[in-house]
């Protein structure tokens, strides 16, 4: 669908790596590759720009080619909490490994965060504690010296993540705290820390998420769908603010051309603005505006 608006979005959590788009579910084929798809429908919409993130060393290799796609898409080089665990094969060829495909990101000049990292004590099955903490702590060190700002993680780890990122503020030039989920002090603590926050429907699916939401400043606002996940669903009290809609089918009804049920697009960001726009009462392509200046600004693109 067309949107003829003056909107312009730009994505910054977009998983484009991710099997769904690739038309595997669960290990399962459903349907052929549809990303190139995905991509029409965001810029349809407005959504010229993306951050395609990475995680680990194998989505970096990924991303780095699909940011050729276009000018305006980049990525981020890092490891997530949940693959944390993919360390202690080889630690420091594993290291060096990611730091040569960074440098080859840098080169390009498609590499604008050090990330995704962070702490995630929901998934401790995946990554332990201690793995995590481990592979969390080079993160700062690579910030600190290509002078890039983070991408970070942090889900249900009380004091621990900011009493680290308290400690080694002063080393890095900014970043963002994307997927935000947390309570009123965990926003208080990141404004703290002078760090973006990262907002998408998982961001907004209680009626607490909505009360904390309400309570970002305008200039440290970013958008974003963190896609194929995160979708504002309609038993989420924030969907009653959606007014754009999307036809789809399920992943063994797909049609070439519509989205896929329960898979979360970078076009839905526009709904993640209209409920933002109604929860601070600002106008969409004003708020859409503010956003997209202020993700240019968090990540040196200004």
């Known amino acids: 669908m067309q949107i003829n608006s003056k909107l312009r979005l730009f994505d910054i959590a977009v998983n484009l790596t991710d099997d769904q788009f690739y038309g595997m579910y669960h290990h399962q084929k459903y349907h052929k590759p549809d990303y190139k798809d995905v991509l029409k429908r965001a810029s349809d919409i407005g959504c010229e720009h993306l951050l395609i993130s990475s995680g680990c060393l194998s989505d970096l290799k990924k991303t780095r080619e699909l940011c050729q796609l ?3 898409y980049y990525t981020t080089a890092g490891i997530h909490p949940c693959r944390a665990y993919e360390l202690n094969k080889d630690y420091y060829g594993y290291m060096g490994e990611l730091k040569d495909q960074l440098e080859l990101a840098l080169k390009e000049k498609k590499l604008v965060a050090i990330g995704e990292c962070g702490l995630d004590y929901d998934r401790l099955g995946r990554s332990t504690k201690q793995e995590q903490m481990i592979a969390f702590d080079p993160h700062f060190d690579l910030a600190e010296k290509y002078k890039l700002p983070m991408y970070l993680h942090n889900r249900n780890t009380r004091d621990d993540f900011y009493d680290i990122m308290q400690k080694n503020r002063h080393r890095i030039v900014g970043g963002v705290v994307h997927s935000f989920t947390g309570p009123l002090d965990e926003l208080q603590k990141i404004l ?4 973006y926050v990262g907002v998408n429907g998982c961001s907004l699916k209680t009626q607490e998420n909505i009360n904390v939401a309400k309570q970002i400043p305008l200039d440290k606002l970013l958008l974003e769908t963190d896609a194929p996940y995160c ?3 309609r038993n989420h009290p924030s969907s009653k603010y959606v007014k754009t809609q999307f036809q789809a089918q399920f992943n063994e009804k797909w049609k070439e051309g519509q989205l896929v049920k329960s898979r979360n697009e970078p076009c839905k ?7 933002m726009s ?3 009462k600002v106008d969409q392509e004003k708020l859409s505006e503010i956003c997209f200046q202020n993700t240019l600004k968090c990540f040196g693109l200004a």
């Not at 703290?192 to 760090?195: E, K, Q």
Request: glycine share 0%.
């Open 269 to 275: 960001i526009i709904q993640v603005l209209e409920v």
């Open 278 to 280: 109604e929860l601070l």
């Open 70 to 72: 276009s000018p305006n």
């Open 192 to 195: 703290h820390l002078d760090l």
């Open 231 to 233: 979708e504002i669903k």
